[in-house]
């Protein structure tokens, strides 16, 4: 199994899939393999051009069964130095090196290499492969797959979600939710400055209160399983102005929320939304009818709550030998499937360290040992239909 594992790593890597780039070409191809291999392929269409994802299953219709689930973008190589080209799986030393290799492409090449066995009969509970678009930008592939899943009579009973953990099976993520600022003030030369907004100043404000909210959470609900063990948020990026004496007219800043699992991002930002609204907004409309705030999600993936899939882990950990679950601060799309009523642990090959860097890499034995994994999960699902 190792060997073709690695071979369809190597055709996945060579798929450039970008985040800002089409996925289809890797889908079609993915979806030709998995239905020449027997299985009953759904190409589900994207909210935007170019994107699709891809839900592959074996086994009974009439049982709920166990989705295997990665993302099949990568974020991009610009401006990254690489010792061979990250688009040709390079290996040395045991590692095979290139874009998407640990982050998630590993994961997905041996799901999909594993297939024929999955298909050799005798299944009692179903299988499904699934894979999405947009991961490690706003998630909306799984926004659109989750949806679907709740749609039908039947859901799955769990998802694995094959994100880079060394196999080690994760119960807990905190949330990644991303929003967007925009701040329009008037712009007048600053020797008449209060006859414009300057919307940098503005901006500033609303940062001074979202760092306020910062030690309101430190106050409130603490979970010592992260290592920041409260609810964070965090302004990364900002932009605005034009010059030392003119008020500005534009001022953008992004902010993120990393939500302890249970914890809604959204009403976070809507407190900066109200603060916006209420206190900026109407001493800025007295100057000028064009000042406006603006405050858009760009992503709200909820935490992984581990209350929610004590089961699914209790029967996971023993299939891929991982003693103690463990929890992370990175966000993943497994709390969007357990929001529809899938309960989903996150396991699979490779180091989250690597990933998103140049020379990302996964190692071999790692995909051994998820093979491994898989294979004992083979052997479960044709025991009895599985029960959580
Ligand atoms: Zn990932």
New binding site residues.
Partial sequence: MLNPAIDTLRKLVAFDTVSARDNLPLIHWAANYLQAEGLRVEVQEGDEPGKANLLASIGPIDQPGLLLSG?SDTVPVAGEVWTSDPFTLTERNGNLYGRGSA??KGFIACCMTMAREFKRGGLKTPLHIAMSYN??TNMHGMKVLARHLDSLAIKPLGCVIG??TTMQVVVANKGAAIWRVQVRGKGVHSSLRDQGVSAVEIAAEVIVFINALQRKLNEAERHDGFEYPFTSVHVGKIQGGTAHNITAVDCEFVFEVRALPGVRAALIAQQVRDYCTQVLLPPMRTVSAECDIRVDEIVDAPGLDERQNIHLSQRIMPLCGCLAPSRVSFG?EAGMLQDVGVPTVVCGPGQIRV?HQPDEFVEIEQLSRCLDFLQSLDAQLRLAPMQL
């Fill in positions: 993302h982050d998630m991961e490690e994100e880079p993943t990933a």
